[in-house]
């Protein structure tokens, strides 16, 4: 891991006429994986004294390659793998590329090797090559890696900032506001239950739908205000089976019209039941500093486990038995960990220059 550290942007020995820092965001079809590459570029901006320039670039490959392991391409030549997108890669090469999914992996790390490494190269999330083939590679600890250049995340990096949380709570949606209004003049919490489901690895069921129905009903008893949001991947049975418990109290559902509440939940929210299916949404909420419940699915977690264990562990996750506890987690900030990684490849008076050739 480098040692240096990157200027403040308010360094004074900075001028204001700096050029930008071009950045491509190297990612697969998968709206996560690019929400992760977003979210570290964000809090990246934040750290560096040059503003940057962020070039978003979809890693589509051709035949043979789409259908191949990224350990494989290489034996094609680095031009051939550097061409194997669609549209192919070009110069001038950028000054930092993060990479994320099994095509952009083996092309960001060819790019790296054509600049002679004057283009930074990041993985995001287990590259499956060589850790040495990239400047750095920021993975979960779960994945069990190891090396050198390794910053190994207890969650997923995302968008979810301080600063965002705390203007979806200044302009929150007018239903979700009053519900909330309305749980704290009873004197009662307003609880957030963010919905996944089914996946390769996990099942939401009937009987886990009954068994969660049976709960948060218990909880609007007691006069706690509930505010639901399901994903595509939430089976129409277990949505019917949660509504038909919650129809005789007072609760928000998103029926999937209009903006989604996702943002102003995890703000607003003074508990938040997270489904355990998801890596992405147990990290967002672990951000939040609220107390948050981990909904268990039935399936094979495999390594879906050991993060459940690491949050566990931190003290920023419990698993949901139906009781809310008055908790304060710790702080969890593993993007802005990520991020200060990144910007420690860039110190001062070691940017590189603008790359117009190979």
Same mark, same amino acid.
Request: glycine share 6%; proline share 11%; net charge positive.
């Given at each position: 891991?480098? =040692?240096?550290?990157? &200027?403040?942007?308010?360094?004074?020995?900075?001028?204001?006429?700096?050029?930008?820092?071009?950045?491509?965001?190297?990612?697969?079809?998968?709206?996560?994986?690019?929400?992760?590459?977003?979210?570290?570029?964000?809090?990246?901006?934040?750290?560096?004294?040059?503003?940057?320039?962020?070039?978003?670039?979809?890693?589509?490959?051709?035949?043979?390659?789409?259908?191949?392991?990224?350990?494989?391409?290489?034996?094609?030549?680095?031009?051939?793998?550097?061409?194997?997108?669609?549209?192919?890669?070009?110069?001038?090469?950028?000054?930092?590329?993060?990479?994320?999914?099994?095509?952009?992996?083996?092309?960001?790390?060819?790019?790296?090797?054509?600049?002679?490494?004057?283009?930074?190269?990041?993985?995001?999330? =287990?590259?499956?090559?060589? &850790?040495?083939?990239?400047?750095?590679?920021?993975?979960?600890?779960?994945?069990?890696?190891?090396?050198?250049?390794?910053?190994?995340?207890?969650?997923?990096?995302?968008?979810?900032?301080?600063?965002?949380?705390?203007?979806?709570?200044?302009?929150?949606?007018?239903?979700?506001?009053?519900?909330?209004?309305?749980?704290?003049?009873?004197?009662?919490?307003?609880?957030?239950?963010?919905?996944?489901?089914?996946?390769?690895?996990?099942?939401?069921?009937?009987?886990?739908?009954?068994?969660?129905?049976? =709960?948060?009903?218990?909880?609007?008893?007691?006069?706690?205000?509930?505010?639901?949001?399901?994903?595509?991947?939430?089976?129409?049975?277990?949505?019917?089976?949660?509504?038909?418990?919650?129809?005789?109290?007072?609760?928000?559902?998103?029926?999937?019209?209009?903006? =989604?509440?996702?943002?102003?939940?995890?703000?607003?929210?003074?508990?938040?039941?997270?489904?355990?299916?998801?890596?992405?949404?147990?990290?967002?909420?672990?951000?939040?500093?609220?107390?948050?419940?981990?909904?268990?699915?039935?399936?094979?977690?495999?390594?879906?486990?050991?993060?459940?264990?690491?949050?566990?562990?931190?003290?920023?996750?419990?698993?949901?038995?139906?009781?809310?506890?008055?908790?304060?987690?710790?702080?969890?900030?593993?993007?802005?960990?990520?991020?200060?990684?990144?910007?420690?490849?860039?110190?001062?008076?070691?940017?590189?220059?603008?790359?117009?050739?190979?």
């Amino acid at each position: 891991m480098p =040692n240096s550290q990157p &200027l403040s942007p308010s360094d004074p020995r900075l001028s204001s006429a700096l050029p930008p820092l071009t950045v491509w965001l190297l990612c697969d079809d998968k709206a996560g994986t690019l929400n992760q590459a977003r979210g570290l570029a964000e809090r990246l901006a934040g750290l560096l004294p040059r503003p940057l320039d962020v070039q978003e670039h979809r890693a589509r490959a051709i035949v043979p390659f789409k259908f191949l392991p990224a350990r494989l391409w290489e034996f094609f030549g680095i031009r051939c793998v550097i061409a194997a997108l669609i549209p192919p890669l070009a110069p001038p090469w950028p000054d930092l590329v993060i990479a994320a999914g099994r095509s952009a992996v083996a092309p960001a790390a060819a790019i790296r090797r054509v600049s002679h490494g004057k283009t930074r190269v990041v993985a995001l999330q =287990n590259p499956r090559l060589p &850790l040495a083939r990239f400047d750095l590679v920021i993975a979960p600890i779960h994945d069990g890696l190891a090396g050198e250049n390794l910053v190994a995340l207890a969650g997923a990096p995302h968008r979810i900032s301080a600063a965002r949380l705390a203007e979806a709570k200044a302009q929150p949606p007018a239903d979700l506001a009053a519900l909330k209004a309305e749980a704290h003049a009873a004197g009662k919490p307003f609880v957030a239950v963010l919905l996944g489901g089914n996946s390769a690895r996990y099942r939401f069921d009937s009987a886990t739908a009954d068994r969660l129905a049976r =709960n948060l009903a218990a909880l609007a008893e007691t006069g706690a205000r509930l505010a639901i949001t399901p994903s595509r991947r939430t089976p129409p049975d277990a949505i019917a089976r949660l509504q038909a418990a919650l129809r005789p109290y007072p609760h928000f559902w998103w029926d999937g019209t209009g903006e =989604n509440p996702y943002l102003p939940l995890l703000a607003l929210a003074d508990h938040l039941l997270v489904t355990g299916d998801s890596v992405s949404m147990l990290s967002e909420a672990a951000s939040t500093g609220r107390p948050v419940y981990r909904i268990d699915l039935p399936g094979k977690p495999g390594k879906f486990a050991r993060f459940h264990r690491r949050l566990e562990s931190l003290g920023l996750v419990r698993p949901f038995t139906g009781v809310l506890i008055e908790t304060v987690p710790p702080p969890f900030d593993e993007t802005g960990r990520a991020a200060a990684a990144v910007a420690a490849l860039f110190p001062a008076g070691a940017f590189p220059p603008d790359q117009k050739s190979v």
